[in-house]
């Protein structure tokens, strides 16, 4: 093997280029923030900031750096460099004075923390109070999981007005845990600046997210290698290697608002993150980012993942019997197994993809992680027989996978895969509303990888998915003048989803009287019925009576929409900057046949209309009125069929549903008929 020494010297370069060199470091200077550690004055607390007037608190500064050096272990480690500054306007900004460094952890190995420094800074009388952390005591350790930690600590006297600062160091052996930098975060920013060191015998892939402004520069040092492979003695070899210097910078960085139909604004904040993927030459080569096929045999063969799928499991005979029951052919069987364990274990966890126990013991205790009940349910399908393999995705509100790059910590959620009569089912047992086959729709999210040999790609897009809801509404008055009527609704499948969700947990009698309260005071709703709840397979049907309360004036006012249609438009924003992300189409058709009350006569009418929201028509709102002798039809349908849109096509998604809460907020006007 290889032992290597690292020499601190950098390989001069020609006088020839000192003159050139010296006006580099003048305009490079331009592009470093001038804030430095400990430099507070009166004025800094003064000040006001344009970049947001509704911010509770502002980053002034935010600057850190990682180099890769050698150490005296005769590896590399990478030293990660951190400071912070952070004026805080109102209580709403004190979150900021809670801090955690983020630490990678194996065995014994961990990275360390060096010269920790936290210092805040209050204006009082004129004069500035600066108050110390106490390092010794006010820093505690918390494991997150199997090989992550944080070091935590809450700034000292904090209160509206204060300046706070801090910088660290960490140093880590972990070569491949080049630290990331966030550029966009939960306060506006006035520096971001990261600056990463890389020898070109490390080979880093880049993912970057935003318009960061990028510089390179590139240096050369002597390293020197110690070959120990041989029985005797041997002297360190000097190489010159070149080192690639990559300089990050934003400036007056607003904050991503959450807007409605958002997967994760961590898809969309300004970021850089680095995966190794291998170590070149001079150095022995080494790949640590290997294909997918790699990445699936190393998880198949996890005790904490795969590796338990592999063996006998006879210990799960029994409860397969009863699991079975009288199934007979391939899917039946299955949907058995599936519903087994759907309605027997409990979870404990959405968010995982290990398993923190035997199987064995899960189908003990009936409860376990998203991973751990999905992980046994493809353990029995096996074991019955079927083809089954685990699914591995990175749900909506954890963010993007990279369909190109085996990155583990881009998932989170693992589902199972099973083809049967050579038809494929994607199968969730950790949620007890979902129907055989049916995946939540945090699940589509793009790309997916099933993990067998052949470690196929998936793709879960959430076009494919429409929310199709229809309502038929009848109304008409009775001889006391009453508008009354019944409807009649099938919502699409998730909103029945939510409906199941719900009822199971708070009971179908709470269920009830929450909806009942969601209309309006001059409606009274009654014989409030649901039917299909138990069946997660259908979309529920849900059906009630209802009474308009209308005063008996010459004019009547009604809207014929009821408690249906849009009232308000979900995007309010005049722009938005980064996408439009619908969990799904939707497609929701809204049926009224009205007669006109008793003693009253048809005055005004919505007119018809019909807006195309697409150049092909396919996406459109159309809003269509008759009146005959007095029976007044409407059909309103909102149709989108597209989920995903650019923030450029906004406006005319804001401008669309204008359209339809304009139509939707419309009035029918009856008029009282004068007796001759």
Not at 358 to 369: A, D, E, F, R, V
Request: with cysteine; proline share 4%.
């Amino acid at each position: 093997m290889f032992k290597l020494q690292v020499t601190p010297a950098t390989v001069t370069k020609l006088s020839f280029f000192q003159i050139f060199f010296l006006f580099f470091l003048s305009t490079y200077g331009q592009d470093r923030s001038p804030v430095k550690f400990g430099k507070i004055s009166p004025e800094d607390f003064k000040k006001v900031y344009a970049i947001d007037n509704s911010a509770s608190a502002v980053i002034i500064a935010d600057i850190g750096s990682s180099e890769i050096t050698g150490n005296l272990k005769g590896w590399f480690s990478i030293q990660f460099r951190h400071f912070k500054r952070v004026h805080i306007l109102n209580k709403n900004g004190y979150d900021v004075a809670n801090v955690d460094i983020p630490l990678y952890f194996e065995g014994e190995n961990e990275e360390e923390v060096r010269n920790l420094k936290a210092h805040t800074y209050n204006l009082e009388n004129g004069r500035i109070v600066e108050s110390k952390l106490d390092i010794r005591n006010s820093v505690y350790r918390t494991k997150l999981s199997k090989n992550h930690v944080v070091k935590r600590f809450t700034f000292p006297a904090v209160k509206e007005g204060s300046i706070i600062e801090y910088e660290y160091i960490v140093n880590s052996d972990f070569i491949f845990n080049l630290q990331p930098w966030e550029f966009q975060g939960d306060h506006p920013c006035l520096w971001s600046e990261y600056e990463v060191s890389i020898p070109e015998f490390f080979y880093y892939v880049f993912l970057q997210k935003g318009n960061i402004n990028k510089t390179q520069r590139t240096r050369q040092e002597t390293f020197k290698v110690t070959d120990i492979r041989g029985t005797g003695p041997s002297r360190p070899e000097p190489f010159i290697a070149g080192v690639t210097v990559h300089h990050m910078i934003m400036k007056n960085i607003p904050v991503l608002k959450e807007e409605v139909y958002t997967s994760t604004l961590k898809n969309h904040k300004a970021r850089v993150e680095f995966q190794l993927k291998e170590i070149r030459q001079p150095l022995p080569e080494q790949t640590y980012m290997g294909s997918w096929e790699d990445f699936c045999t190393e998880l198949l063969e996890d005790e904490n993942f795969g590796g338990q799928l592999s063996k006998d499991n006879g210990w799960m005979n029994d409860e397969l019997k009863i699991a079975l029951g009288h199934a007979k052919d391939e899917e039946q069987k299955a949907r058995s197994i599936f519903r087994y364990i759907q309605n027997n274990f409990t979870c404990t966890n959405y968010s995982k993809l290990y398993i923190d126990q035997p199987l064995k013991n899960i189908l003990k205790n009936k409860k376990g992680s998203e991973a751990e009940i999905n992980l046994l349910l493809i353990a029995m399908l096996r074991k019955a027989g079927l083809d089954a393999d685990p699914l591995m995705l990175s749900t909506r509100s954890h963010g993007y996978t990279y369909s190109a790059y085996p990155l583990i910590d881009r998932f989170d959620y693992v589902i199972c895969r099973t083809i049967l009569n050579n038809k494929t089912f994607y199968l969730d047992a950790s949620r007890p509303d979902l129907g055989f086959g049916r995946l939540h729709w945090e699940c589509y999210n793009g790309h997916a990888r099933v993990i067998n040999q052949e470690a196929e790609s998936v793709e879960f897009s959430s076009d494919s998915l429409t929310e199709t809801k229809i309502t038929s509404l009848m109304l008409s008055s009775n001889v006391k003048g009453e508008i009354v009527g019944n409807v009649q609704q099938t919502p699409g499948y998730y909103e029945s989803y939510s409906v199941r969700n719900r009822a199971r947990v708070i009971g179908l009698k709470e269920y009830v009287k929450e909806a009942e309260k969601d209309f309006a005071s001059d409606m009274e709703i009654k014989n409030y019925r649901i039917d299909f709840l138990e069946n997660p397979e259908e979309q529920i049907q849900i059906s009630y009576d209802i009474k308009v309360n209308v005063e008996k004036k010459d004019i009547i006012y009604l809207n014929p929409m009821v408690n249906e249609g849009f009232t308000e438009n979900p995007f309010v924003s005049a722009q938005r900057i980064y996408p439009v992300e619908m969990p799904y189409t939707i497609d929701e058709i809204l049926v009224v046949r009205m007669d006109t009350p008793q003693g009253y006569e048809v005055e005004g009418l919505p007119k018809s209309t019909r807006v195309n929201f697409s150049e092909s028509g396919d996406s459109f709102f159309e809003y269509i009125v008759e009146n005959n002798r007095g029976v007044i039809s409407i059909r309103s349908r909102v149709k989108i069929t597209r989920s995903y849109f650019l923030p450029e096509e906004h406006k005319v998604l804001h401008d669309f549903f204008n359209v339809v809460v304009a139509k939707h907020n419309e009035r029918i006007v009856f008029k009282k008929v004068k007796k001759v």
